[in-house]
Structure formats: structure tokens, C-alpha cells
């Protein structure tokens, strides 16, 4: 994914149900705007580093937002909640004797997988994009509006992917990320700790 990945939904009671949505709604579509310049096509890169401006939550303890707007599950948990297949990467970064936590969003689907305490991050949802080239290529081209310096189109197992090299002047994420579509299935991952390189090696691992 990158498109620019979608926030996290609601539940709770009826109102938090609501509010939820209605703040996830804004976001998603401003964030995704601002990716195409037009409607959302994507749930794409960067999600943010830290804290969600606004939405009061630690990104990197919650990857898709606090109880009750995700759960903490198992792989094979979140498979069965998400309705997709939710393939694990097998790299010495990233592997499942790594994987820390996995996260479900049970209203629209996501998946999150955390490995080794977060040095690794995995996202991934039904993607929204009808063509993921296109989609990247719109990203690549407003990437300084998106907040990046350098984005470019590489490949994963003959996949288009996006890829965002990190600049800390620049990248208000500071995160290396790749994402790409795996059998209609937007996977972004994401990394403060390692490089474009690694990722690709893990996107390529993942079965």
C-alpha cells in the first residue's frame, strides 16, 4: 500500500461508533487526496511515526488504533476476522520467530503485524485502487506534496511497488516503505530501522 493507508474505524458504543467514523472518514479522505489530487484511490504510504495529530494515540504502540478500534490477535485470528489470506514475510529481519504483535481491525478489515518490537511494520487491507501502477505513479508524482524526496516505482515478484526512501529533513515519517499489491491485497511495510533494500527483501519473502 501505499496509496495512503487508511486510519482505523470505530466501535464502542453507538456514539464512538460514529465519531469514529466520522473523524477516520476525514482523515482518510484528506490523506488520500492529497496522494492523488483527487478521490480516494488507495490506503497508502506513511503512516505516521508517532502520535495520530488530533486522534490522541501512539501509532507505534497501536498500529491501527487503540482498543476498541483494533484488536490485538493471532495471525491466523486476524486472517479469519479480515476475510483474506494474510501471507508472513520469512527474512532474517522479519520473520515469524519475530513477530511480536498482530492487530485486526474488525470493521473494515485491515491487518497490522509488528515485528521484532516494532522495528518492522505490516500493513495490509482489500486494496481500494483499481490499478495499483497508476496509483503509485500518483503518489511518485506529488511526492513532495506528500512529504517525501525520493519515491519511486520498483517491483515485487513482477508486482508494481512503490517505494519511499526516508530523509529526515524531508520525510515527515522518516520511514523506509514499500508497498504493493498482492492478489488485490494493498500491503504497505514499513521500517525506522532498516532500508528500501530490506523491505524489498522481506515484500518478496512473503507467501
Known amino acids: 500500500m501505499i496509496g495512503i493507508r487508511r486510519l482505523p474505524r470505530r466501535a464502542r458504543e453507538f456514539l464512538v461508533v460514529v465519531a469514529a467514523g466520522a473523524i477516520t472518514a476525514v482523515v482518510g479522505l484528506v490523506i488520500v487526496g492529497t496522494v492523488t489530487g483527487s478521490s480516494p484511490t488507495s490506503a497508502g504510504p506513511a503512516r505516521p511515526a508517532g502520535g495520530v495529530p488530533g486522534l490522541g494515540w501512539d ?60 522495528k518492522v511494520d505490516i500493513t495490509m487491507a482489500r486494496a481500494q485502487y483499481q490499478n495499483p501502477l497508476s496509483n503509485f505513479r500518483a503518489f ?8 517525501v524526496t525520493a519515491a519511486a516505482i520498483g517491483q515485487v515478484n513482477g508486482h508494481p511497488a512503490l517505494i519511499i526512501t526516508p530523509n529526515t529533513a524531508a520525510n515527515r515519517s522518516n520511514k523506509a516503505v514499500v508497498e504493493f499489491d498482492r492478489n488485490g491485497i494493498d500491503i504497505s511495510i514499513y521500517s525506522n530501522t532498516y532500508g528500501t533494500d530490506t523491505l524489498l527483501a522481506i515484500a518478496r519473502s512473503m507467501q
Open 140 to 147: 511518485v508524482a506529488q511526492k513532495r506534496k506528500n512529504g
Open 59 to 118: 501509532a507505534n504502540l497501536y498500529p491501527l488504533g487503540p482498543p476498541p478500534l483494533a484488536e490485538k490477535t493471532t495471525v491466523a485470528g486476524a486472517q479469519a476476522k479480515a476475510g483474506f489470506p494474510v501471507p508472513l514475510p520469512g527474512t532474517a529481519a522479519a520473520s515469524r520467530a519475530y513477530l511480536t504483535q498482530a492487530w485486526v481491525n474488525t470493521h473494515n478489515g485491515e491487518v497490522a503485524l509488528v515485528f521484532d518490537k516494532g
